[in-house]
């Protein structure tokens, strides 16, 4: 009944990305439609729904998206406000060519959440409540003041108002010697379809006015507008997540990720950035042989201690990758053929410290968003900017191996096109760490940590038209071929202006200043 008629009437649903058809097509003849925005906003497709149907008579409907967010069902539908909540429900398969089906009368396949969706009474009422489980077949009036000396005959699906006449055949196991005084204070949470053992001591102290998803428990890089750039360098026993003081060029240690970090083992971790939805540090990790997309940082249980997590499971490893300020993370495959890979809405994904959790996405067959062909580069960055002459800025992923420049175009996610610069001076160099930083006027700066302890360069005046740009030394790096940068996408420029001319000095000093000093 979502027009408030007080009878049911038929209607065909599907999702598309945020909005929601809905059509009324009862007795087959009486049309109408609505169209929902739903919350929270998905740039996915929704190709296999399914019906299930509650003890109670209720229709729930179920929605698997197509880039392996998850599976969604869909709830308040409300045709006065033309708004629709998705709640994440479990994991869903990376595809684009599926649909789902099932037999409409079958029950329920999600189980409870475990926070009731309103708050518990101080003593069991003598109805069930309404959600979040359906209602048990006969629940007690109230929990007996004394418990029965001896066992039932045989256990119902639910308690009994009174204690039966006769006891069984045998007992239990293990009975207890003696019963206990008094019942718990109160009951549990949230009632189960069948009744457990002993209720809980006490209810949720907050319960949630909807389910709710269990929480990431890695929490945010503490982001803001002097945030340093950071380096993920391989050490002994596992990683570590350095400050870089662009100043003195010294590193100091911030976070130490072991490889035991994880319930599961990690042997490698790259392709690291931190991400602008959530402000959470993401990466690419290998555990017995299989990348995984990973997100790390202080443990939101104890903030003291750090917690890595497994995302989902990668179509590749690499170590050239990072987020963007869009919230997208990409990653290059640069095995036999070189693939992009981007991943959407990875913050809202659960992450589980174990490998072989059920849940955890599998996005392992996810096809490449863009094939492409270049260099091998060992660090990404993203860049917005004007590099065509179009008088809008586009979005372009950035790498330099070597003395060659890979820039690759993706904007709004679809629109590719890639380009190989030669930059100057040349380099026999590794770039492994990169990073973005942004001026007060908005514009992006763009700088690569060379491997070979060379120094840490700003990528400049590149130029489409004639493949070419330029690599300015700003300060020194780190000696390591074992390492990533990543930072917070929306902090300020590092580096002081440069005290040398972009052209060279006079012989003897000029009448007039020169024509292009440096900023």
Not at 43 to 51: D, E, R
């Amino acid at each position: 009944d979502l027009e408030g008629t007080s009878s049911k009437q038929d209607y065909l649903v599907g999702v598309g990305y945020s909005k929601v058809l809905v059509i009324r097509y009862s007795n087959n003849t009486d049309h109408d439609h609505w169209v929902l925005t739903s919350s929270p906003t998905s740039n996915s497709a929704f190709g296999a729904a399914w019906n299930h149907r509650d003890a109670n008579g209720d229709d729930h409907l179920y929605f698997s998206a197509n880039t392996g967010i998850g599976i969604f069902e869909l709830v308040d539908m409300d045709l006065g406000t033309l708004t629709a909540n998705m709640v994440q429900l479990g994991a869903s398969y990376v595809t684009n060519n599926n649909d789902g089906m099932n037999c409409l009368f079958s029950g329920v396949p999600f189980p409870p959440t475990h926070a009731p969706t309103e708050a518990p009474s101080d003593a069991p009422t003598s109805e069930p409540s309404s959600s979040p489980t359906e209602s048990p077949e006969s629940p007690t009036a109230s929990p007996s003041s004394s418990p029965t000396e001896s066992p039932t005959e045989s256990p119902t699906a639910s308690p009994t108002s009174a204690p039966t006449e006769s006891p069984t055949a045998s007992p239990s196991s293990s009975p207890t010697e003696s019963p206990t005084e008094s019942p718990t204070a109160s009951p549990s949470s949230s009632p189960t379809e069948s009744p457990t053992e002993s209720p809980t001591a006490s209810p949720s102290s907050a319960p949630t006015a909807a389910p709710t998803i269990p929480p990431t428990h890695a929490t945010a890089f503490p982001c803001n507008h002097t945030s340093p750039p950071l380096q993920v360098i391989g050490i002994s026993g596992g990683y570590a997540v350095k400050t870089l003081d662009v100043i003195t060029g010294t590193y100091t240690d911030y976070w130490l990720l072991p490889f035991g970090l994880p319930v599961s083992p990690y042997t490698k971790l790259n392709a690291v950035g931190i991400n602008p939805a959530d402000s959470t540090a993401y990466g690419v990790a290998r555990s017995s042989g299989q990348p995984y997309l990973v997100r790390f940082g202080p443990d939101a249980n104890d903030p003291s201690d750090l917690r890595m997590e497994y995302v989902l499971k990668s179509p590749a490893w690499s170590y050239a990758g990072t987020s963007d300020t869009h919230g997208y993370f990409h990653i290059l495959d640069q095995a036999n053929s070189k693939r992009l890979y981007t991943f959407e809405n990875i913050h809202q994904l659960i992450g589980y410290p174990d490998t072989g959790a059920a849940l955890l996405a599998d996005h392992s067959e996810m096809m490449p968003s863009y094939t492409y062909s270049g260099p091998s580069v060992a660090d990404i960055v993203p860049l917005r900017a004007d590099l065509e002459g179009t008088s809008s800025k586009q979005d372009y992923l950035v790498g330099v191996g070597y003395s060659k420049v890979l820039v690759i175009r993706y904007s709004n996610n679809t629109d590719h096109d890639h380009w190989v610069l030669t930059s100057s001076p040349t380099s026999n160099s590794a770039f492994g760490a990169a990073w973005n930083h942004r001026d007060a006027n908005g514009d992006d700066h763009l700088y690569f940590s060379a491997n070979t302890g060379i120094g840490i360069f700003e990528l400049v005046d590149m130029d489409l038209g004639t493949l070419t740009a330029n690599m300015v030394q700003l300060g020194a790096s780190y000696v390591t071929n074992n390492n990533d940068g990543m930072n917070c996408l929306f902090s300020g420029v590092p580096f002081p202006p440069t005290h040398a001319p972009t052209e060279a000095p006079s012989d003897a000093p000029t009448s007039e200043p020169s024509s292009s000093p440096t900023e």
